[in-house]
């Protein structure tokens, strides 16, 4: 279907009824009862898996197919970002314009930044787009362009946002004072109250939802191109790719221009969800996150920066709610004495330090599941096949593929 | 007038001539074998052909055209394939893949962006591809990842890999080096095969002196980076002056 396998696309349509039905799947506890915590289907949270996974979608064409590790992809989701608000402050809160400049600007950014980065390959790679990114974050922080014209583009330390004195030329009467599609207000939700749950469908997580799936489906086709393969074969062997009579320096930047598009996309996005952006989007440890988003998910995977970003951003959003009093009452039953002993074991890894459980799950996969999540999810599929083929009389195993 | 001229090749390497007025003519469809003791320049001389090394002055023609200053990419795309010392396969991928990526260099050429089409459907790739592997015998290995195959298997996907683009010169770094001897008779007659079949003219850096009766036509021995002599393989086996390159003056 659409040019893809049935293999890949029984996994798009997967995709696509778990973006769909997010809104259900992700709250699976009631509203009152103690584990209404772990809930992760609200809005806000959901806007940012979706987004996220637009974003290690693209790094994942770069550093899976090609092996480049960018250690700046950040830059590129700020740029985007910046572009969609200025969008917003000059013609209207019409998110059409706004995204399509932030991924044309960030395509830019990339072009000139990959054609110099991409003269180097391994760490020195990764370190010039390092170099780079603090560079733009520097200049985003302080807003140096800004001060040089006398103006303001990034607007430093406040970050960037919209006011009612701005111009905003395409606005009529009547369109939303936030941002919308045509008069479709991304902040818009219809809840539904059913038993003791209550879903929340808003409109700004479907956009945000039908924009990753577009770009989950471009990145089967890639990963599935004659173009694929030759980024594949640069991961593997560049030398013999070259005397082979290919170029592979054409190749290479075009991948980094599609991940920084896919970056600009993202950002994009994160401005329609809130229009208010800063510098601090930039910032290196945001382009560390990504890459170990990447990883934990599965490098090379289709379906593993998905999870990647939706596995880290649940752990930030719900770990670091959980505070001392929500582990007391899990070991109740517990004499007190235990319990705190309990309740002491446990809160560094809780609350604020949600991060130390973020690095042990991180070891944890990096040496035990170097595919990342996905060959957790084969391996598990592969114990059920085993039992079922065993259960049967001839006995027949089928390899698993 | 051959397909592949060399003139007055010189390479130096801080004080170290490696090539010193080096001249070399490869006739079409014919293996040419290049030989001479360690260091004397073999290797050095390949590198140039393939643009890998650019040397301090001279010369190298294939087929009316400069090949000095050209990328390795082109070069390849200008008929000449080479097949390393040790196989350079993409070992990551399967076999399959391994040789439909030439078979889309030489369609598309050097760059394509081609990123929508599916692999599978490329009308004649699939096909072309599948005939190499045959010819090769390793049709049956087709689906396998390259890193799995075993040594001589390599070498043979390697020269699969070159023949698919039909080159008209095809360039081989000692391509029995480290073989047993199975393996390197296995390898003679394939290359054997190969230039009765489709006429591809060779030349062969070989250290091997079985390889090099069995196959050359033409040999050049080089010594200290100059060519001493260019002869048939029965004038050279009792050459003075290749006796005394490699076995040294005393032993005359």
Known sequence: MLGMNAKDTMLFVVVTLMVLLAPILLNPFPTDSAFSQFNAGYPALMQRFVIFGILVIGFNILFGLTGYLSFGHAAFLGVGSFAAVWMFKLLSYNIVPAIALSIIVAGLFSVVIGYVALRRSGIYFSILTLAFAQMMYAI?????????????????????????????????????????????????????????????????????????????????????????????????????????????????????????????????????????????????????????????????????????????????????????????????????????????????????????????????????????????????????????????????????? | MGILEVKGINKRFGGLQALGDVNLSVAENTVHAIIGPNGAGKSTLLNVLVGKLIPDSGSVMFDGQSVLGRQPYEINQMGISRVFQTPEIFADLTVFENVMIPCFAKRDGAFRLHAWENTRHETGIAEQAEAILEDVNMLDKRHMTASSLSRGDKRRLEMAMCLVQEPRLLLLDEPTAGMARADTNNTIDLLKEINEKRSITMAIIEHDMHVVFSLAERITVLAQGTPLVEETPENIKGHPKVREAYLGEAQV
């Open chain 1, 140 to 401: 985003a922080y302080s807003d140096l362009v800004g001060k040089m014209f006398n103006t303001i583009v990034t607007n430093g330390e406040t970050g960037l946002q919209v006011y009612l004195d701005d111009p905003q030329i395409l606005y009529s009467e009547g369109d939303p004072k936030l941002p919308h599609l045509f008069g479709w207000e991304m902040n818009d939700s219809f809840t539904w109250d059913v038993g003791g749950w209550s879903f929340v469908f808003q409109n700004g997580y479907y956009l945000a939802g039908i924009c990753m799936l577009i770009a989950f489906y471009i990145s089967i086709r890639i990963f599935r191109s004659p173009f694929g393969l030759m980024l594949r074969s640069i991961k593997s062997n560049q030398q013999r790719l070259n005397y082979v009579g290919v170029s592979t320096r054409p190749y290479m930047l075009t991948a980094f221009v599609i991940s920084g598009m896919y970056a600009g996309l993202a950002g994009g996005l994160m401005s329609a969800m809130d229009p208010l952006t800063g510098a601090e989007r930039m910032f290196w440890t945001a382009s560390g996150e990504i890459v170990i988003m990447a990883i934990l998910g599965g490098v090379g995977t289709l379906v593993g920066p998905i999870l990647g970003a939706g596995a880290i951003k649940y752990m930030e959003n719900i770990v670091s709610t959980i505070n001392d009093n929500v582990v007391r009452g899990w070991f109740e039953f517990m004499p007190d004495g235990l319990a705190d002993f309990m309740v002491t074991i446990i809160h560094p890894f809780i609350g604020k330090g949600w991060h130390l459980t973020l690095g042990l799950v991180f070891m944890g996969v990096v040496i035990f599941l170097p595919g990342g999540l996905v060959e957790l999810g084969q391996r598990i599929g592969g114990l059920f096949r085993r039992k079922k083929s065993s259960d049967t009389p001839s006995g027949a195993t089928k390899p698993a593929e």
